[in-house]
């Protein structure tokens, strides 16, 4: 089972840049789709990117495409998400997820739905003023 902790999250003024990192411990990393989400008070968890287990395969939702990008690197068991041109409507929890895949044949593509995910951190609270 992975143990899931983000950090990098803090206030950031609009068109600002912020980077979080999520390190896991326990488990065997590679064999985790890992994605982020955010989640604001009253509304659902919201997909925000996914990499797969090699970290050749990525996708975003469409409101942060062009803005954030997703990485990971395997020998140090850490999943990125690199923000950019950020604005207030990006003002969220931000959680790092694992979608343990036992299958080394199985899915390769991350999925966007939070239901898929396994494991979760603890999040981490991004706030962006306009």
């Known amino acids: 089972q992975v143990h899931l902790v983000e950090s990098g999250g803090g206030s950031v003024q609009a068109g600002g840049s912020l980077s979080l990192s999520c390190a896991a411990s326990?488990?065997?990393?590679?064999?985790?789709?890992m994605g982020w989400f955010r989640q604001v008070p009253g509304k659902e968890r919201q997909f925000v990117a996914g990499?797969?287990?090699?970290?050749?395969?990525?996708e975003y939702a469409d409101s942060v495409k062009g803005r954030f990008i997703i990485s990971r690197d395997n020998a140090k068991n850490t999943v990125y998400l690199q923000m950019t041109s950020l604005i207030h409507e990006d003002t969220a929890t931000y959680y790092c997820?694992?979608?343990?895949?036992?299958?080394?044949?199985?899915?390769?593509?991350?999925?966007?739905?939070?239901?898929?995910?396994?494991?979760w951190g603890p999040g981490t609270q991004v706030t962006v003023s306009s």
């Open positions: 990499i797969s287990r090699s970290g050749a395969n990525t």
């Open positions: 997820a694992a979608d343990e895949i036992l299958n080394p044949f199985g899915r390769i593509i991350p999925d966007a739905v939070a239901a898929s995910y396994d494991y």
């Open positions: 326990e488990g065997t990393f590679t064999t985790y789709i």
